[in-house]
């Protein structure tokens, strides 16, 4: 069973807005990974965490393992974070994705 | 090499035809997972290989599906007698294993008219 939640499921920002996405889940993991896929298509991965938090730019991500929640953060947001951002859980080795979040940043 | 190379890139096919895609993984990557995804929603699982070893098959619709990883070949997914519901991406997708890196390559489309 996936149980991998995100919210919200869409998103509409202006420049410069904070952004927050979150992720919850309700089984053991072994890690969850933030995925970013471009409107064209490609898909990035961006972090994989199992505890704590993570930086990377404008990008921030942390997991919370007892409540079983992650959340990803963009600082100083800009049209081009514009993207769908999934979550996915690690669970021995498979891999149970969230259905995404479609961020839309407004110049 | 470093990325995880799909092809074609794009398969047109008429409804009944067969369609093959392929999938070279990262090498020492030994998981490769198949997922499936339906007009930019969410990623449907297919079925994944430890190696030349089918680790979870859960996700394929075995009676038109079918899926390869041999050594020294790249994987292959393939559609016997494709249906109209079949158009999408199939994305490929390879790791070491575990709690791991997960490196997805640029996707199939398939269409199916």
């Known amino acids: 069973k996936n149980e991998v939640e995100q919210s919200p499921q869409n998103l509409t920002a202006q420049e410069g807005e904070f952004i927050t996405i979150n992720c919850s889940y309700s089984?053991?993991?072994?890690?969850l990974h933030w995925l970013q896929q471009h409107p064209g298509g490609g898909i990035v991965s961006l972090f994989m965490l199992s505890s704590g938090k993570k930086k990377h730019g404008r990008l921030i991500a942390t997991i919370n393992i007892q409540e079983k929640h992650s959340s990803l953060h963009i600082t100083a947001s800009h049209p081009r974070d514009s993207a769908v951002y999934i979550c996915?859980?690690?669970?021995?080795?498979?891999?149970?994705f969230g259905t995404g979040t479609s961020l839309t940043v407004i110049p | 090499g470093e990325e995880v190379a799909q092809t074609p890139k794009h398969l047109v096919r008429g409804e009944g035809q067969k369609a093959k895609l392929y999938c070279a993984p990262i090498?020492?990557?030994?998981?490769v997972f198949w997922y499936q995804q339906v007009l930019k929603n969410e990623f449907k699982f297919l079925i994944s290989f430890q190696n030349e070893n089918v680790f979870d098959e859960t996700g394929m619709p075995k009676e038109r599906f079918s899926a390869k990883c041999l050594p020294n070949s790249p994987c292959s997914l393939e559609i016997q007698a494709t249906k109209l519901e079949d158009s999408a991406v199939y994305f490929c997708?390879?790791?070491?294993?575990?709690?791991?890196?997960?490196?997805f390559g640029a996707g199939s489309r398939l269409t199916v008219l």
């Open positions: 090498k020492g990557h030994s998981y």
């Open positions: 089984v053991g993991i072994s890690a």
């Open positions: 996915a859980r690690v669970t021995g080795n498979q891999f149970y």
């Open positions: 997708a390879s790791s070491p294993g575990g709690a791991n890196v997960l490196t």
